[in-house]
């Protein structure tokens, strides 16, 4: 079966393994085909979405970059783009929104490298007491995943 999804992301980054490369580490290698799969995406989104709909209504755009972590670890958001757009053509950049928000839950904190750190509604001893147990399961496959991985948004 073709995939034609996949076909169209592997051409588009095909366009950029240069800048890829340019970078020195592996690490940082990897970030960049993130952020670079992240803006195709966004630009194919751009293409797509329109505000030429009925009624008064504005289109509200969020998008950015998902780590989903093994277990016990909790998953990671990364917002990049948060705007609101009007028919008439103006958009409104909406991120910085997400830093003073005064109501913002408190399950959800944003780490130093600009991720957002979910969890669920559990207590936090609860939280802990899990965390604990699953921490002691967890195998060093697990352990080099999760420093792998911070290591690249690091």
């Known amino acids: 079966v073709f995939d034609y999804q996949m076909q169209f992301i592997i051409s588009e980054i095909d366009k950029v393994t240069n800048v890829i490369n340019m970078k020195k580490t592996e690490n940082e290698k990897q970030?960049?085909?993130?952020?670079?799969?992240?803006?195709i995406g966004k630009n194919m989104l751009d293409h797509c979405v329109s505000t030429d709909f009925?009624?008064?209504g504005h289109?509200?755009?969020?998008?950015?970059?998902?780590?989903?972590?093994?277990?016990?670890?909790e998953d990671y958001?990364?917002?990049?783009?948060?705007?609101?757009?009007?028919?008439?053509?103006?958009?409104?950049n909406?991120?910085?929104?997400?830093?003073?928000?005064?109501?913002?839950?408190?399950?959800?904190?944003?780490?130093?490298?600009?991720?957002f750190k979910t969890s669920d509604e559990k207590s936090e001893?609860?939280?802990?007491?899990?965390?604990?147990?699953?921490?002691?399961?967890?195998?060093?496959?697990?352990k080099k995943e999760k420093r792998n991985l911070f290591n690249i948004f690091y």
């Open 77 to 92: 958001f990364c917002p990049l783009v948060f705007e609101l757009r009007k028919r008439n053509g103006e958009v409104v």
């Open 94 to 115: 909406l991120l910085p929104e997400l830093e003073t928000r005064p109501n913002k839950p408190s399950n959800v904190r944003r780490n130093k490298s600009g991720f």
């Open 54 to 56: 009925p009624g008064h």
């Open 31 to 39: 970030v960049e085909l993130v952020m670079q799969t992240q803006h």
């Open 125 to 142: 001893a609860q939280a802990q007491e899990e965390e604990e147990e699953e921490e002691t399961k967890s195998v060093a496959k697990g």
């Open 59 to 73: 289109l509200v755009v969020l998008s950015g970059i998902q780590i989903n972590m093994p277990r016990p670890f």
